[in-house]
């Protein structure tokens, strides 16, 4: 028989269903498009120069530090790319070009490569991004943000029916609702000082009407579909909804971290979420899904696969984990928002997690 | 309905279009065959010939060499014309006998009692020890040493295995269309040799056609049936079958006969009747010859010790460069170095695939997906084992799973970063199986 010598000898098994990582990757990315799309629809060309700036200045920086650490360039596998994009998903429109290249620089190196790159980074390099700009320019990264035309940044647009009965406070009410995105309207109305300075009990009414206006089915819908103030890529719950179903199908993300994130949120906003003055509604939780980075994070970071526990149960613990803490810095905390740093948190303890989850084979009794 | 399974797995194409149509055909007389001494689990068989000896059909050519092993027959008539290392379907040289074909094709007489099924069961498994059969499903375990379970493990379940979950191999698939009242024989040989009082056919639903045939042989019978499973890898797994067909678990590290249940292959219980009716010896057994690089994908009935390169002539050969030879199926199959090796009791299919789809990528730094966790359908901690292995930890890798490994290659099908996850475990039992045992 011919060509005999040139038989490929290798181990079982012969055949691979085709994933590359490279295919997984840019899979991701791809699934964030709708959530650019709906931004540059809302704010234009600049959400979308923003969310490249980041992207680009990632994979330029890793392909830097590869030639440096002398090690194979591999920045065509979309990783760092994707790394730089969710990190300029975070940042608001109105934020000046160098936030994302600053964000996306230390997101790389020191999120990612000083660990010895993909695969072997502890937290999520986009989060520790966005962790950074946090802390070194808090004003830059939460000020001078921008509704959608048209729309209020908390989503609710009937103000009138709500405060305009309430003399001399209605300004300060306005204020809130036009320019505080929904997360910022909740927590200001928990704080008593807003109640406070209004005088009481007119404030707490108040407070809770402009609450009740978080949760209504209007405000909901703009929330659904973006019209409201927010981060590039967390504006259209829709946007980032319809990229999620395209990789749970894909089954490139799994279903455990999301779904006992977003449920382990709904149940204790529903449980908790609430303020005096206000009616405890059914529309709470959703209203806690829909707003803020959530679905963002439920879907696209807390399911990053490096970071996170590759045991079934304990992909179910680090989604309730991530729940328990996101409410309570949302409802608690001194941050309106607390996903990116519950997702870091239990991305610390996911060797842990892995560790006490590890499964029993089939067929073996327990001890 | 919901079709029976079991958790985990994975779904490789079933490639069964080549050869599923193709009728079981007669290999016309080899010039040669080369009979292997391990071609089974257990001690290889001592050789009963010398260079020179003349052999019939069927003449036992060598012996079981202890309880866990085989005797081996001749499977054409002719002369022993070498003694020694050849290579072995597995890809390894091993001892083996030669036999050159005399073209009489004289077989050894054989017997015909059709009251075998009130043989007393230590007749059965005498005679079925007598004909060296093994498992044909590819393992090879000594048949009769899986139908002797020591007197405190009652047997109440026989499970007939007619899944054929690798992909491509169609051998089994055929064999019960064309021979599925002997197959039912074979099962209730097996029933009545191991006392046991249910047998159940199982077959997965992508052989519709299987299904009806058999269910029609069993429906006289109210102790038979035929489970229809879910199209999921390794659904032919013995733990994976046993437990979608039954609810029971296996014990880890322990054999089916802890819970009750023996599971032979269809194409070992068509062996079994043929051995208890007509005191035929294991001397052939139905091979696919598939793939894309088949000029005409066959099944076929050849002798044992047929070289695959005679199989592929007789199946008009190959249609351009061939990239991979696997004596199996792609999941746990062996790839050959060369066609010359010849076929053994085991041999299921020979798979012949383009250099196209043999190439394989780079292994890539494990990303944690964690798809071989989900895969996997021994429930255990793939990319831990290989991480442990790597870093030579055998404590850690006896941890995640090495021991209960089944090595079906489920994790190294679903892997994005391509690690070759089977090599890496099989490194791990080689390396650690002082520690293993313990």
Known sequence: MENQNKLIVSSAPHIHEGSTVKNVMWNVVLALTPALIFSVYFWGIRALILSLTGAITAVLVEALIQKLRKVPITVHDGSAFLTGLLLAFNIHVGAPLWLPIIGAIVAITIGKQVFGGLGNNPVNPALVGRAFLLASWPTRMTAGWVAVKGYTMSGINNFNTIATNFEGTSQKAYDLITSATPLKVAQTLRDTTFVSEINAEAGIDLAGRIFSGLTEMETLKNLFWGNIGGCIGEVSAFALLLGAAYLLYKNIIEWRIPLFYLGTVFVLSFAFGSIPGSEPSLMLPFFHIFSGGLLLGAFFMATDYTTTPVTKNGRIIFGIGCGVLTIIIRLVGGYPEGVSYSILLMNVFTPLIDMITMPKAFGKVKK | ?438
């Open chain 2, 1 to 438: 309905m919901r079709l029976k399974t079991f958790p985990g797995g994975s779904h490789p194409p079933d490639q069964k279009h080549f050869s599923s149509s193709e009728p079981i055909t007669e290999l016309p007389l080899a010039e040669k065959v080369v009979i292997h001494l391990s071609q089974h689990i257990g001690a290889p068989s001592t050789p009963f010939v010398k260079v020179g000896d003349e052999v019939k059909k069927g003449d036992l050519i060598a012996g079981a060499a202890g309880f866990v092993s085989l005797n081996q027959h001749a499977s054409i008539s002719g002369k022993i014309s070498k003694i020694g290392k050849f290579l072995h379907p597995t890809g390894i040289m091993s001892e083996a006998i030669e036999i050159t074909s005399d073209g009489k094709n004289e077989a050894i007489q054989l017997t015909d009692d059709e009251d075998y099924l009130t043989f007393d069961p230590v007749i059965l498994r005498e005679r079925i020890a007598k004909a060296g059969i093994c498992g044909m499903g590819g393992a090879g375990f000594p048949t009769h040493v899986k139908l002797s379970p020591p007197k405190e493990k009652p047997i109440d379940t026989v499970i007939l295995n007619g899944v054929e979950c690798e992909p491509y191999l169609t051998s089994d698939h055929r064999l019960m269309l064309e021979k599925g009242e002997e197959i039912i024989a074979g099962l209730k040989v097996i029933m009545r040799t191991v006392g046991a009082s249910k047998g159940i056919v199982g077959i997965e639903e992508n052989k519709p056609d299987a299904i009806d045939v058999m269910q029609k042989h069993c429906t006289k019978e109210k102790d038979l049936s035929v489970i229809a499973f879910r199209l999921q890898y390794p659904q032919g797994a013995e733990k994976q079958l046993i437990y979608a067909a039954t609810r029971r678990k296996v014990p880890a590290g322990g054999l089916p006969m802890e819970v009750g249940v023996v599971v032979q292959n269809v194409g070992t219980a068509y062996a079994i009747y043929e051995a208890v009716r007509y005191q035929k010896p294991l001397i052939d057994r139905v091979i696919s010859v598939t793939g894309s690089m088949v000029k005409s994908p066959k099944n076929l009935r050849a002798p044992i010790g047929t070289s695959f390169a005679d199989l592929v002539d007789f199946c008009d050969g190959l249609k351009g460069e061939l990239g991979k030879a696997i004596s199996g199926g792609p999941m746990m199959g062996f790839a050959m170095p060369s066609l010359e090796a010849s076929m053994g009791k085991g041999s299921s299919g020979l798979v012949l695939l383009s250099p196209q789809e043999a190439h394989s990528i780079e292994e890539h730094t494990c990303i944690r997906c964690a798809r071989c966790v989900d895969a996997c359908p021994m429930n255990l901690m793939p990319l831990g084992i290989v991480n442990a292995v790597k870093y030579d930890d055998a404590k850690m890798a006896i941890r995640a799973g090495l021991g209960d490994c089944i090595k079906c290659g489920s994790c190294a099908f679903v892997c994005p970063a391509h690690i070759r996850l089977v090599q890496w475990i099989d490194t791990g039992k080689i390396r650690y199986a002082a520690e293993l045992r313990n």
